[in-house]
Nanobody, 125 residues
Framework: QVQLVESGGGSVQAGGSLTLSCTVSGNTYSRNCVAWFRQSPGKAREGVAHVFTDGGTTYYTDSVKGRFTISYDNAKNTVLLQMTSLRPEDTAMYYC??????????????????WGQGTQVTVSS
């Protein structure tokens, strides 16, 4: 089993930046992918960015490309999501998740076994 703890959410104005952190512990060797998902009221949970920890490959959903950066620190077992040029539509609860899957550019929540509790990001116009 793997445990994930997110931190770093908050409230910012449009155009601002935030960095989310996800600390992964437990049987981390059993998971090769860590992802950030987000969900806003009335909407489905969507994948934002994910990283394959064995090779470092990263993928992003189109709406955040060029604005968000995901990175994995192997020594600290921490995944960061650096978010810049934030928009009101980025407002959501952000969740960190871990799973074992074949490398691919798109992800769905059902493929992930372990989830954090979520951290709220609010972007005001």
């Amino acid at each position: 089993q793997v445990q994930l703890v997110e931190s770093g959410g908050g409230s910012v104005q449009a155009g601002g930046s935030l960095t989310l952190s996800c600390t992964v512990s437990g049987n981390t060797y059993s998971r090769n992918c860590v992802a950030w998902f987000r969900q806003s009221p009335g909407k489905a949970r969507e994948g934002v960015a994910h990283v394959f920890t064995d090779g470092g490959t990263t993928y992003y959903t189109d709406s955040v490309k060029g604005r968000f950066t995901i990175s994995y620190d192997n020594a600290k077992n921490t995944v960061l999501l650096q978010m810049t040029s934030l928009r009101p539509e980025d407002t959501a609860m952000y969740y960190c998740a871990a799973g074992r899957l074949a490398e691919m550019p798109t992800i769905v929540p059902g493929w992930f076994n372990d989830w954090g509790q979520g951290t709220q990001v609010t972007v005001s116009s």
